[in-house]
C-alpha cells in the first residue's frame, strides 16, 4: 500500500507539471497558428485565441446578437476554424454615432497604432444579398475592396479574372458565389441577378484619365506626359464621356433608392472612416470602431501608386471635351441630388481636388 501511494504521489510530482507545460506549449502553437490563418483579428495583445472567462461571455454575446440577424457574417476559416473576432476597445455590432477620424483618434490615442493587416478572407457560409459593386472604370473599385475586405475579413467577388488582384488577396473568377461574397465588383450595366447595388462615382475627368493610366501601366505605376499627347489618349476620352454617365445613369434607373448605396470617391479619400461606416451599415455588417479605427490604418492595401503623376487633370483635356464632359458631369450630378435628395451631393463633393468646373 505504501508503495503503492509513493509511486502516485512521483507520478504527481513527476509528471503532472510536464503535461501541463506540453498543453501551455500547444496552446502557445494554436495561438501561433490562428494569426497566421488569420482568424485572431485586431487584437492589441496578439494571443486572444485562449479566451479569459470575461472575453467569452462578451463573444458569445456578439454571436447571439449576429445569429438573430439571420446572416452569419464570418463564416468558417480555411480549415474549419470559427472567424470570429474579440474586439478590443470600445465595440459594439452596430452603431448609429457616425464616427470621425478624428473621434477614433482620441478613444484609440493610448494604444497601439499598429493592427494586423488580414491576408485571409472567408466566404459567408449563408446566403448574402446579392449585392453589385458598380463603377466606371478607373473610380477606386479596387480600394473599395479592400477596405471592405479589411473591414469585415470576408471576400469581395468580381466577375473579371484578374490574377494581380486574386494574387493580392481579392476574389476574382467568383461569378458562382455572388450571394457567398460582400460585394460584386462589375463595370458594365449588367442589373440581372442582383439585390442590390453599392455605387462608386468618380468625377470623371480624373476616373478617365485613371482609367486610361490604368490600362497602359497597370495598377501601381504613373503614366508620364508623352501618352496624354498621342491620338490613342484623345480617343479614350471621346469613347469614355459616355460610358461614365451611361454607368451611373444605368444603376440609378434600375434600382429603387433603398437598394442603391452611392459612395462619392472623392468623400471616401476625405472621410475614409464615415464613408467606410456608411456602407457597412448599408451592407449589414458590424460596425466598431475599433474595425473603423484598424481599416483605416490599413488603408493603404497594396494597390497604392508607387509614384504620383506630376500632370495636372486640366492640362491634359481639349478644350472641347472639356465642355462635353462639364455638361454630363452635371447631368449626372442633378440626378444624384435628386435620387438622395438626403445626401446633398454637389458638384464640390467630386471635385475636391480638381479645378475643372
Given at each position: 500500500m505504501g508503495l503503492r501511494r509513493f509511486i502516485a504521489t512521483t507520478f504527481v510530482i513527476l509528471f503532472v507539471p510536464t503535461l501541463i507545460l506540453f498543453r501551455h506549449i500547444d496552446q502557445v502553437h494554436e495561438q501561433k497558428r490562428l494569426r497566421d490563418s488569420g482568424t485572431t483579428q485586431w487584437s492589441e495583445k496578439r494571443g486572444d485565441s485562449v479566451l479569459e472567462p470575461s472575453l467569452k461571455l462578451h463573444l458569445e454575446a456578439r454571436r447571439r446578437v449576429i445569429r438573430s440577424s439571420g446572416i452569419n457574417i464570418y463564416g468558417r476559416g480555411s480549415e474549419g476554424n470559427s472567424a470570429d473576432t474579440v474586439v478590443n476597445g470600445p465595440s459594439h455590432v452596430s452603431s448609429k454615432k457616425r464616427y470621425t477620424l478624428e473621434d477614433l483618434r482620441k478613444l484609440f490615442r493610448h494604444q497601439s497604432k499598429k493592427c494586423p493587416f488580414r491576408t485571409k478572407f472567408n466566404f459567408s457560409e449563408v446566403p448574402l444579398p446579392k449585392t453589385a459593386l458598380a463603377s466606371f472604370p478607373g473610380s477606386g473599385n479596387t480600394w473599395l475592396r479592400h477596405l471592405l475586405q479589411q473591414a469585415t475579413g470576408l471576400y469581395t467577388g468580381s466577375i473579371y479574372c484578374d490574377d494581380t488582384l486574386q494574387n493580392a488577396g481579392l476574389g476574382e473568377c467568383l461569378t458562382n458565389l455572388t450571394d457567398r461574397v460582400l460585394v460584386e465588383k462589375v463595370h458594365e450595366p449588367n442589373y440581372r441577378g442582383y439585390d442590390r447595388v453599392v455605387l462608386l462615382v468618380r468625377n470623371p475627368f480624373d476616373a478617365i484619365r485613371s482609367f486610361f493610366n490604368y490600362k497602359f501601366a497597370g495598377h501601381k505605376k504613373a503614366l508620364d506626359r508623352v501618352p496624354y499627347q498621342s491620338k490613342v489618349w484623345f480617343s479614350h476620352v471621346d469613347e469614355s464621356i459616355l460610358d461614365w454617365k451611361n454607368t451611373v445613369v444605368g444603376w440609378l434607373q434600375h434600382f429603387p433608392s433603398k437598394d442603391i448605396h452611392v459612395i462619392s470617391y472623392e468623400n471616401l479619400l476625405h472621410d475614409?472612416?464615415?464613408?467606410?461606416?456608411?456602407?457597412?451599415?448599408?451592407?449589414?455588417?458590424?460596425?466598431?470602431?475599433?474595425?473603423?479605427?484598424?481599416?483605416?490604418?490599413?488603408?493603404?492595401?497594396?494597390?497604392?501608386?508607387?509614384?504620383?503623376?506630376?500632370?495636372s487633370t486640366e492640362s491634359l483635356y481639349p478644350a472641347g471635351a472639356k465642355t462635353v464632359i462639364s455638361a454630363h458631369f452635371l447631368e449626372v450630378v442633378e440626378l444624384l441630388r435628386n435620387s438622395f435628395p438626403q445626401r446633398q451631393f454637389t458638384v464640390q463633393n467630386f471635385m475636391q481636388k480638381s479645378s475643372l468646373i
Open positions: 475614409t472612416v464615415g464613408e467606410l461606416q456608411d456602407a457597412l451599415t448599408f451592407l449589414g455588417m458590424p460596425v466598431s470602431p475599433r474595425i473603423l479605427w484598424c481599416t483605416f490604418l490599413n488603408r493603404h492595401g497594396r494597390f497604392k501608386r508607387l509614384k504620383k503623376a506630376a500632370l
